[in-house]
């Protein structure tokens, strides 16, 4: 069994920087891809930003240049810094990871919880 357990969010003013984390946990052998998706209300789940095991990063154009992804494999953790928010940024956040499981040599997509993202003055 494996888990995401993301930290981080909370209010800021507009402008404002947030950083997110998030850590894997469990029966874990390997982890390929992570990323950040995030939800705003009446609107569907969208990719914020994602990164390889290797280092290729692929952002949203909207977040482009403005927030940073970024990971330590060592610690099974994957990091969003957001610089420069904006109102529309408001959104749960949600990490994700594609893991290769110990206990049987599977890959499974495993979601975290989401944290809640408020950017308002």
């Known amino acids: 069994q494996v888990q995401l357990v993301e930290s981080g969010g909370g209010l800021v003013q507009p402008g404002g920087s947030l950083r997110l984390s998030c850590a894997a946990s469990g029966s874990i ?7 950040w998706y995030r939800q705003a209300p009446g609107k569907q789940r969208e ?11 692929n952002y949203a154009d909207s977040v482009r240049g403005r927030f940073t992804i970024s990971r330590d494999n060592a610690k099974n953790a994957v990091f969003l810094d957001m ?3 904006k109102p529309e ?3 749960v956040y949600y990490c994700n990871a594609v893991i290769l499981t110990s206990t049987n040599l599977r890959y499974l997509g495993v979601w ?3 944290t809640l993202v408020t950017v308002s003055s």
């Open 29 to 35: 052998f390997s982890i390929n891809d992570m990323g």
């Open 112 to 114: 975290g919880q989401g």
């Open 89 to 91: 940024d408001t959104a």
């Open 47 to 57: 990719l914020v930003a994602a990164i390889t095991s290797g280092g290729r990063i």
């Open 83 to 85: 610089n420069s928010l």
